[in-house]
């Protein structure tokens, strides 16, 4: 078997390099460049998902090395069931964005068509690495090819975007690899098998978890380091951003934990992750309930469901501090499950989006309304998408959301210490409160986009969009009812990855895996399905006993207006209302300039939310930096003698620094 699954990984990386040489082919004008480099994209993705699946299936861990022409250029590969598990998530992604790619023009360049695979190649290479020099060349990969990806979005805003996202990226770069090298350097080799922070004192060991949250965090767009991914995940083309948001932030928190399994993590740092997570869950969808960009609103969804899985990774990192396997194999089991569920809904409606952007021109939910008329299954595949994402029955959001609050529960059960419970108790607040505003998004979502009437000649001109898209959204809104109707098969994939994470192999038992919860599940499941199937039998009876008549909604006797409908901006106002505390909007009414006392013109209204993070943190931060740089710049006079000043400088001090220490 280890044959098989040496030759598919090997298989990967020849079709991810055959897809990048397919973009150099064909015509520019009908983006044959694409086509050719989405077709090899699709191959390494089904393979990917097959050597992911052998490795889960039968529990045998795959590991290479190969030599580079340095002694110390090493590079050293291994899957195990973690890594297996999140390879079937990219893989099974990366098949479902090809295929809508093989239909999809808007915005795409050969840029795209070339960096695509690799960017794809980088990820899969990141979660095979066994040592810290393969997962930083990897991780510098993956952030190189991401941002020539944002940057391909057309205008100057992809542009601005992707040098934020360069900016945050490369900072939280410097963190890991100061955390990693540290952690190598005391350990003696840089194998992953061989770190360990046993010797290490721990003040050290706190400080190196920190290092570790910031430089994840930042890539995952944790609050406060959130602030590029608002905007970068809105800039790039629709397939690219269905990458990002679906599986990208996720390899942060795979480095998060494989490296977390190496230490003596404390209880502080799951509390740590619980609160971090819980701010960015509420925030995240609290901001996306204001936007009016379908884009932009998925963006901040991902912040949200990003907190969600760093809330779940502090409960495993608390259980694992505590020596707790029932807990802690509850939150790695609810963590893969959200974390699969996210991938598909995530993408299905970025994907949607990109429909949308192709179809109808536009992506401002203001200017939507009606599209369930003109696009029928686009509408259906995207209902199917916020069910997900709002946690409803029967879609595979609620069974993933189901998991994180007996997760929370039992954490609340098992916590030794009064300020344990309080914590706990305050991340059960934020998963409701999150919850409720997540239903509350989209529904705005779905209703101001597909139901009352067109708002725009671009809403009025809608089509349907061709096959390929189509299929692949099908495709993906099967996957999320599918795990939602028989979540067993979610299960049973996530049992095989358990139990195989850590310095010693094995973080965790599973208890709970053994068919405990999924007994509970699945009896909460079946209740609601035995409640919704006598809800429709009755339905059912009385409208065989009902004449029903269909008409033209009644308004008065006026004739119904586009305007009378609600737009985004407007059913947020409740929102704006309730958190006003905290979102602080900005209003202006605009009067014509030459108006007249008696008969004024129309008037304009315009409501805006600042970032606060950004005027109050980061600007201030940006601005203290220029000034520092400023000074520092004065060093730097072009003087040849000045430098050679320095040179002598630094050669007295390195010689007193050896003579006396």
């Known amino acids: 078997m280890k044959d098989w699954i040496e030759f598919g990984c090997g298989l990967i990386g020849l079709l991810y390099l055959a897809a990048v040489g397919g973009a150099f082919g064909g015509r520019t004008r009908q983006h044959r460049f694409y086509f050719w480099s989405n077709w090899g994209a699709l191959a390494a993705g089904v393979v990917t998902v097959v050597v992911a699946l052998l490795v889960l299936v039968t529990g045998v861990d795959w590991s290479a090395t190969f030599q580079g022409p340095l002694a110390w250029m090493q590079l050293t590969f291994r899957l195990d069931g973690l890594a297996a598990f999140f390879l079937f998530t990219l893989g099974l992604l990366a098949s479902l964005v090809a295929i809508y ?164 993590t404390e209880a502080w740092f799951g509390a740590l992750l619980m609160l971090m997570g819980g701010i960015s869950a509420v925030l995240g969808i609290l901001y996306a309930f204001m936007a009016k960009d379908f884009k932009r609103l998925l963006a901040y969804c991902s912040i949200e469901n990003m907190g969600l899985l760093f809330l779940t990774a502090g409960v495993f990192c608390w259980g694992y501090a505590l020596g707790n396997g029932r807990l802690t194999g509850l939150a790695l089991a609810a963590l893969e499950m959200h974390l699969l569920n996210h991938a598909l809904f995530k993408g299905l409606l970025f994907m949607s989006a990109g429909a949308l952007l192709q179809g109808c021109g536009t992506v401002d939910l203001d200017k939507m309304g009606g599209l369930i008329q003109r ?127 850590g310095r010693d192999g094995a973080v ?61 901006t407007g059913f947020a106002k409740m929102g704006r209302l309730a958190f006003g505390f905290w979102l602080r909007p900005q209003r202006r009414v605009l009067r014509p300039a030459a108006e007249h006392p008696l008969f004024p013109g129309p008037l304009e209204y315009r409501s805006q939310l600042p970032s606060h993070f950004e005027e109050r943190l980061y600007r201030p931060g940006a601005r203290l930096l220029l000034k520092v740089s400023a000074q520092v710049r004065r060093v730097q006079a072009g003087s040849i003698k000045l430098y050679l000043g320095y040179i002598l400088a630094v050669l007295v001090l390195l010689l007193i620094y050896i003579r006396w220490f």
Request: glycine share 12%; with cysteine.
């Open 508 to 568: 965790a038992s599973h208890p709970v895996m053994a068919g405990g919860l999924f007994g509970e599940v699945s009896g909460q499941l079946a209740g609601i399905l035995a409640v919704l199937a006598i809800v429709a039998l009755t339905v059912w009876l009385v409208r065989r006993k009902l004449a029903w008549r269909t008409g033209t909604t009644w308004n008065c006797g006026a004739t119904l207006q586009p305007s009378m409908g609600y737009t985004g």
């Open 101 to 264: 790619a093989l239909g999809y023009e808007c915005h795409i360049t050969r840029s795209v068509a070339i960096f695509q695979p690799l960017f794809l190649l980088s990820l899969t290479g990141l979660l095979a690495a066994s040592d810290i020099l393969s997962f930083l060349f990897f991780w510098e990969l993956m952030s190189l090819t991401s941002y020539f990806l944002i940057v391909a979005g057309s205008g100057g805003g992809p542009k601005k975007a992707g040098f934020l996202y360069l900016m945050m990226t490369q900072f939280g770069t410097a963190f890991i690899m100061l955390a990693v090298l540290t952690l190598a350097a005391g350990s003696g080799g840089t194998s992953f098998a061989g770190l360990n922070t046993a010797g290490m004192a721990p003040a050290w060991r706190g400080a190196l978890l920190v290092a570790l949250f910031i430089g994840f965090g930042t890539k995952a767009g944790i609050v406060p380091l959130h602030i590029w991914l608002p905007k970068a995940h809105p800039a790039a083309p629709a397939p690219v951003s269905a990458l990002l948001s679906g599986f990208m932030i996720k390899a942060a928190l795979y480095g998060l934990l494989r490296f977390v399994g190496f230490f003596q």
């Open 375 to 501: 696009m029928p299954q686009t509408a259906c595949f995207t209902l199917i998408g916020c069910m997900a994402g709002a946690g409803l029955p029967l879609v595979s959001g609620f069974v993933s959301e189901w998991l994180i609050l007996q997760m929370l529960f039992l954490a609340a059960l098992l916590a030794p210490l009064a300020w344990m419970k309080l914590i706990v108790f305050t991340g059960i607040g934020m998963v409701a409160l999150s919850a409720g505003l997540a239903g509350a998004t989209f529904v705005k979502l779905f209703g101001t986009a597909f139901l009352a009437l067109p708002r725009s000649p671009q809403s009025r001109a809608a089509r349907e969009v061709n096959r390929q898209m189509r299929l692949a959204m099908g495709l993906a809104a099967g996957c999320c009812l599918l795990l939602g109707i028989v979540p067993w098969l979610g299960w049973r994939l996530i049992s095989f990855s358990s139990g195989r994470l």
